[in-house]
């Protein structure tokens, strides 16, 4: 409509936008945590003229008055600018003048671009070039998004300062209230992940299948694979139908669970698996050490490679008889879980203060 009207190609963009921005504020669902956080925010002064800035009321009330000072820092979490480039426009625009700061959380369009299942990799990889371009200082959370970004910008002649803050999953505390009624009674094995084409469940239900046809204990025991997260991407882990297929051989698919569940699968689980091909970091192995389990995963995802703990078990993620004899062992020794669930406990992640440090000093957390 506007196009036909003759209005600009940039100015349609930004219209577009701003009109997102306006559905997305009148239409939160009234007393939801959405709503909760848009009140904060709005009522909150907008002060963008200290040494940090923060760019939310910005983008929120695009007429807001700033004055950020010449030297400023902006640092823009989350990467909303990948898929909108009215904010990555806006963004550069009021960082002209000051030290434009960007958390980079992987770059998994360029370097999986093939398992990303987006069909704008090109774009995303134009946008990080037009982000990098004017950055000062870039920050991610693991040693392996460092390398990629650094090549990534090396090929493009560009010149950024890389900073690795390290990252933490979330606290999973123990319940006190005894075993939830949503976790099995039977003893299981547990993936928590989105479901999209890179977390590999395809080839994880495989080697499950295999198993249970083929190793009687599994059967005997009752001991079953459950696969924890939300739908992004391979929506038939969500066809009830699909889900019947699966459960023929003791793989159950839970797309709807809470935080307290999860931390609840956790705790009683027998060990965890996380088979991913493609990683920015990996928090689910950091949750299953902080649970004290044993954790068989990737030896592609950056936080299995960079945590040293004897409680991470690094398999080829295409090593189907690898990831086969691997959840056998672990499986049927009890013995052996236990010595290494003691290891998983040595575990200590780094806390939140020592990456805001990494962040405010622009020194590398190791």
Known sequence: WLHRRGVP???IGRVGFLLAEIRRFKFRKPNSAEDAEVNRHTNAAVDLSGDAATLFEVVRHPRTDVNIAPGSRILTLGQ????????????????????????????????????????????????????LSQCSTVFTESRTTEREIN????????????????????????????????????????????FNRRKNHDFIARVWTDLYRT?????????RLLLVGEIQGESKYGDPEFQ????????????????????DLYQHCLFTVYPSLQEGWGIPIQESLMSGKV???SDTVPS?????????????????????????SWATNARMRSAFENRAADYSPPSWRDIANAVWSRQSHR
């Open 9 to 11: 190609q940039p100015l």
């Open 304 to 328: 299995a490679l960079e945590i040293q703990n004897a409680a991470v078990v690094k398999l080829n993620p295409n090593d189907f008889f690898g990831w086969r004899e691997s959840i056998l």
């Open 215 to 223: 190793e009687a204990v599994f059967r005997d025991d009752d001991i």
């Open 80 to 131: 909303s600018w990948l898929s909108n480039e009215a904010l990555l426009d806006r963004l550069i625009t009021l960082s002209a003048g000051s030290f434009l700061e960007a958390y980079v959380y992987d770059i998994s369009y360029i370097s999986g671009a093939h398992l990303s299942g987006w069909d704008d990799n090109e774009v995303r990889a134009d946008r990080l070039t037009n982000l």
């Open 295 to 297: 954790c068989l995963a």
């Open 151 to 194: 090549k990534f910008a090396a090929a493009r002649s560009l010149n950024v300062d890389v900073v690795t803050t390290g990252l933490r999953g979330k606290s999973l505390e123990r319940s006190t209230a005894g075993r939830s009624k949503s976790t099995p009674k039977q003893p299981f094995v547990l993936y928590v992940s989105s």
């Open 244 to 263: 019947s297929v699966l459960a023929e051989n003791n793989i159950e698919v839970i797309t709807d669970a809470s935080d307290s569940l999860i931390s």
